[in-house]
């Protein structure tokens, strides 16, 4: 391990980059250390966890940092005080993990509810002291705690659903985004119950859509396709996997005021997008929104070919001056490879494009200057010809 990386910032610590020992092997995952260089110069203040391959997450760049309820406090203060300055209305990703400095925490806030991932030893373990944080936050009556996934798999930790304070809400949460309505359902649904991550870009396709047709695919609750029922849309579709998912976007379009249709189709997205290229089917704006293909390095090849597939098949459905747009949430897909596998999709379709637009997530994602995993979100937008 390079120390002047941890100094200059570099928030985690490999287990290959470091010397153990059995007794460190044996440090309980959670527990707060002081990192040392070779020289046993102290570095930082870090999380460990020997069963995982980020072995330590920098918490502090102070060695002799306390990490306490009163730490855990001022963190999500600092979080809480950039959403406030930017968002009007108390819904947002409130902790963006590494990048608020808060390694491994995820949390969404919807209205008076937060829905927190704690997806580190360290978080998963300290759970009541950032209830405490969180209920300094004016407004902030629920916090529910949604710890599944690959994240917390990798820490070593089981999935766990909990209500810390306030009560788990009976129905969807009614979420206000670019004049759309959507529903969040923070009981049963993916993650937190909604992505704020593409914010800015359905505002994008809001200014592209001028009354025409709209496809919509892996909308999940909407997604895109209810950013363009606002805009007046003439038509939109939206495709997805999941009936729970289209049955609350369908539940976001008759509470979102657009004067064309809106219609959902439950179907493999591959399938779906082949379907109506045999149809001779053809839309104004196409946008592919799919999960992450590419999660890890040992699936970006593969990833990168599902992509590619996707921009190939989805070009073919864009009308004459028409546009697409084509995401990606992957990590391990850089911009650069995530750009050629789209554009050799298109190359292959036949058709020609240009590039208009890259969008990110917005500013309740912020980026951590060192690590790129924290600016995950591309979403590339094409005029076709």
């Not at 009163?70 to 999500?76: P, T, Y």
């Not at 810390?164 to 985004?177: D, L, R």
């Not at 001779?280 to 946008?287: A, L, P, S």
């Not at 750009?339 to 240009?354: E, L, M, N």
Request: charged residues 25%.
């Amino acid at each position: 391990m390079d120390p002047r990386r941890i100094r200059h910032g570099f928030p985690w610590v490999y287990a290959n980059e470091v010397v153990t020992d059995r007794r460190t092997r044996q440090i309980p995952a959670g527990s707060i250390c002081e990192l040392q260089d070779a020289d046993r110069t102290p570095l930082a203040t870090v999380a460990i966890n020997p069963a995982s391959k980020i072995i330590g997450r920098v918490l502090d760049t102070a060695p002799s940092a306390v990490i306490d309820a009163g730490w855990i406090a001022h963190k999500v203060r600092l979080a809480h005080n950039l959403r406030s300055k930017i968002y009007s209305d108390p819904f947002y990703r409130l902790i963006h993990a590494e990048a608020d400095g808060l390694p491994g925490v995820i949390a969404d806030r919807f209205g008076d509810i937060v829905v927190m991932q704690p997806n580190a030893a360290w978080a998963d373990q300290r759970v009541d002291e950032f209830a405490d944080a969180f209920r300094a936050i004016d407004g902030v009556n629920h916090l529910i705690i949604n710890g599944s996934g690959r994240a917390r798999t990798l820490e070593g930790l089981e999935d766990r659903r909990d209500v810390v304070f306030g009560e788990m809400p009976e129905n969807p949460v009614a979420v206000p985004m670019n004049g759309a309505t959507y529903f969040a359902d923070i009981r049963d649904g993916q993650k937190t119950g909604l992505f704020f991550d593409q914010r800015p870009n359905h505002a994008f396709v809001q200014s592209l859509v001028d009354g025409g047709t709209v496809l919509d695919v892996f909308s999940h609750v909407g997604g895109f396709g209810l950013a363009a029922r606002v805009a007046n849309a003439a038509s939109v579709i939206c495709v997805d996997g999941s009936e729970p998912a289209l049955k609350l976007a369908e539940k976001g379009a008759a509470e979102t005021v657009g004067a064309g249709t809106f219609e959902t189709l439950r179907s493999d997205a591959f399938k779906a997008l082949e379907n109506f290229i045999e149809a001779g089917r053809r839309f104004d704006v196409v946008v592919c929104d799919p999960p992450a293909f590419a999660p890890a390095k040992p699936a970006l090849e593969a990833g990168l070919r599902a992509y590619e597939r996707v921009a190939r098949l989805a070009s073919q459905l864009v009308s004459e001056d028409g546009f697409l747009a084509l995401c990606s949430c992957s990590h391990a897909a850089t911009p650069e490879k995530f750009r050629a596998a789209c554009v050799r999709g298109i190359g292959k379709s036949g058709r020609q494009a240009q590039l208009i637009h890259t969008g990110e997530a917005g500013p309740d994602h912020p980026k951590h200057v060192m690590l790129a995993e924290s600016g995950y979100l591309k979403s590339l937008f094409f005029r076709v010809t």
